[in-house]
T-cell receptor
């Protein structure tokens, strides 16, 4: 069975601080994809990144970076120099030979 | 590209009535559509998967007679909540895929249902 664990339920940081959101996954599929989505108060999911199981290269996009480590089944997300607009719920998700399975989400509050 | 719309974006209905939510893929043909439900401050839980022209496959614990899913065309799937009760109040999100379950999923903006 596929499982995604986001142990951090809520995180609060002061603007300009860096913050890392943790994601640990479980799957028996050899080919799978990992995702991060942002869900602002409006509710609409915003796609942030997709990473396949064969690509362990870290990725950076502006203030966002992702660290994928197969050895620890983790796919962590770091926001550098956080801003108030980053406040949202962030979901890590996994897709193998099944539809997307989501973690419980981490609510990030960035305080000015 | 890959835009998915939902209608309505929010709906309020009385207990005991039925409500239909539409999910459309606007610029691609969706072979497979998925319906998720999200209760306040909780994660998205998959309710069912439907392939065009076939009956939907429901996840364990989801009542198929209560949540009727129709995927009659490659661009439209509907979710009908029958005899709605207050506990059905939730945020319903659809997603669409151009192929079977192991392919990319594109999400709609969601429909907020409130049953009074």
């Amino acid at each position: 069975a596929q499982k995604v664990t986001q142990a951090q339920t809520e995180i609060s940081v002061v603007e300009k601080e860096d913050v890392t959101l943790d994601c640990v996954y479980e799957t028996r599929d050899t080919t799978y994809y990992l995702f991060w989505y942002k869900q602002p108060p409006s509710g609409e999911l915003v796609f942030l990144i997709r990473r396949n199981s064969f690509d362990e290269q870290n990725e950076i996009s502006g203030r966002y970076s992702w660290n994928f480590q197969k050895s620890t089944s983790s796919f962590n997300f770091t926001i550098t120099a956080s801003q108030v607009v980053d406040s949202a719920v962030y979901f890590c998700a996994l897709r193998g030979n099944t539809p997307l399975v989501f973690g419980k989400g981490t609510r990030l509050s960035v305080i000015a | 590209g890959a835009v998915v719309s939902q209608h309505p974006s929010w709906v309020i209905c009385k207990s005991g009535t039925s409500v239909k939510i539409e999910c459309r893929s606007l610029d691609f043909q969706a072979t497979t559509m998925f319906w998720y439900r999200q209760f306040p401050k909780q994660s998205l839980m998959l309710m069912a998967t439907s392939n065009e022209g076939s009956k939907a496959t429901y996840e364990q614990g989801v009542e198929k007679d209560k949540f009727l899913i129709n995927h009659a065309s490659l661009t439209l799937s509907t979710l009908t909540v029958t005899s709605a009760h207050p506990e059905d109040s939730s945020f319903y999100i659809c997603s669409a895929s151009v192929k079977r379950v192991y392919y990319e999923q594109y999400f709609g903006p969601g429909t907020r249902l409130t049953v009074t």
